[in-house]
């Protein structure tokens, strides 16, 4: 009784996110479902933070399974913050560079980008409707 237990709460973490922070490489709920670069090249970052930045660029997830807005253009250097407003969990998953994690609904993902280039991002739970794309320059 006590297994079937521990595998049923396995299951509804798993469900729900299972949790993951922001920077933290969280298993693919779609198989490997993972974005494609354009083009290959350089990571867009290495590290996703939790934390908003001063000054970065927003794009919101308000539950029409799409973040809002998806295409950026920045300069080297700028952030990007992307904030959850609803409450199922959201990824921030780049072809080349960071996968944030699980964004739980509340929380947000900051990405600072270093690199110059054009990078897709996806969310792994949503992939075929939550993507998008930063220029940086």
């Known amino acids: 009784m006590a297994v079937m237990a521990a595998g049923l709460v396995l299951v509804l973490a798993t469900a729900c996110g299972g949790g993951g922070t922001p920077g933290e490489q969280t298993p693919d709920p779609n198989g490997g479902n993972r974005p494609s670069a354009t083009p290959r090249g350089p990571a867009a970052a290495e590290l996703c933070s939790p934390d908003p930045v001063d000054g970065a660029q927003e794009a919101h997830m308000t539950g029409t399974h799409e973040w809002t807005p998806s295409e950026f253009t920045i300069a080297v250097g700028d952030s990007i913050t992307w ?4 409450t199922a969990p959201h990824t921030v998953t780049f072809s080349t560079g960071p996968d944030c994690g699980y964004v739980l609904g509340g929380k947000s993902a900051t990405v600072t980008f270093d690199t110059p280039g054009i990078f897709n991002f996806v969310c792994r739970i949503y992939p075929t409707y ?8």
Do not use: K, L, R, S
């Open 83 to 86: 904030f959850n407003d609803t």
């Open 130 to 137: 939550m993507f998008g794309t930063v220029t940086v320059q």
